[in-house]
């Protein structure tokens, strides 16, 4: 398959209107007020909130920090994958560099800023920037499926209601399997295209590259609930009763984070569901510390692997357009 060309994204041609700078103020409104009731709850319970930080060690800090590691390098193989069944072939270095430094924009309000930064640099890979979109996109949707499927699994240990509740666990995972299959999976990414007024993609994905990359995806979300483990019996949590609290816990919390796209890097909203999610084995200002410092080593991560990958040349023998 030769290079795409003709399908590039370029630059606006138009400029934003007032709806988009409404909404880009709404978000860093949203943002503020996210990380104020976060901040919020941490004053309200500190006394507690300290004596469980007392309690966490060395050791288990930096065990919980190489798993996030991990759990960074797994998404970083999840978006490789949607980006080789879209034609383009990539060595993992540079696909981390991308992904990686990219990343780096979901700190700021909305989702665009990441997708903008990995769009560039892979342009400077030679990978036409509509692809390189396209692979983000299905990424995204991959991470997101993935991570409902899994955290809905929790759903019967904090949520009473019986058969419905069990019914309705089966209702989405079903939608989401459903949302992944190839077919429907390449409509909506080519339907997102036309809206933008961009060509399609040029090839449809396959059940192997999805497969490949929720098996990443699921990787990587197992990663980042151990880490959290880590973090719970460290201060006393039943280590067999919170382990699957806590894998599916932080899955929907990294999902819903992600899809409220109001909160710098789901702020609020993860700790949140972290949270809710550890009540059955934890007192809640327990919990609070947990999830605050899950966020304290997922920033430290992120800034980490940001670094180190930062020196990747991005022109290099494996890595082109298929």
Known sequence: MTPDTTSELGPPTETPGPFAHVLTVARVIGGIVLFGLVVFAAVRSWEDVRMTLARMGPVELAVAEVLVLAGLGASVLTWRAALCE??????????????????????????????????????????????????????????????????LTIVPRVVSGGAWRTITLVAVVTVCAVGLSPPLLTRLVNVGFRIVRRDPIQREVTWRGILTAVGWAVVSFTCYGLSVWVLAISVGA??????????????????????????????????????????????????????????????????????????VRLREPGLGSS
């Open 86 to 151: 879209l034609g383009s072939t990539m060595t993992i270095r540079a696909a981390s560099k991308i992904y990686l430094v990219g990343q780096l924009g979901k700190f700021l309000p909305g989702s665009a800023w990441a997708l903008a930064l990995q769009m560039e640099l892979a342009k400077q890979a030679n990978v036409p920037r509509a692809r390189s979109v396209a692979a983000g996109v299905v990424a995204i949707g991959v991470n997101a499926v993935t991570g409902l499927a899994m955290g």
């Open 238 to 311: 039943p280590a067999a009763e919170s382990l699957p609290l806590c894998l599916a816990g932080v899955a929907f919390a990294m999902t819903l984070g992600a899809l409220v796209v109001v909160a710098p890097s789901g702020i609020g909203v993860r700790e949140a569901v972290i949270v809710a999610a550890l009540a059955p084995v934890m007192e809640r200002p327990e919990a609070l510390a947990i999830a605050l410092v899950a966020r304290l080593l997922f920033v430290l991560a992120d800034l980490i692997a940001a670094v180190v990958t930062l020196p």
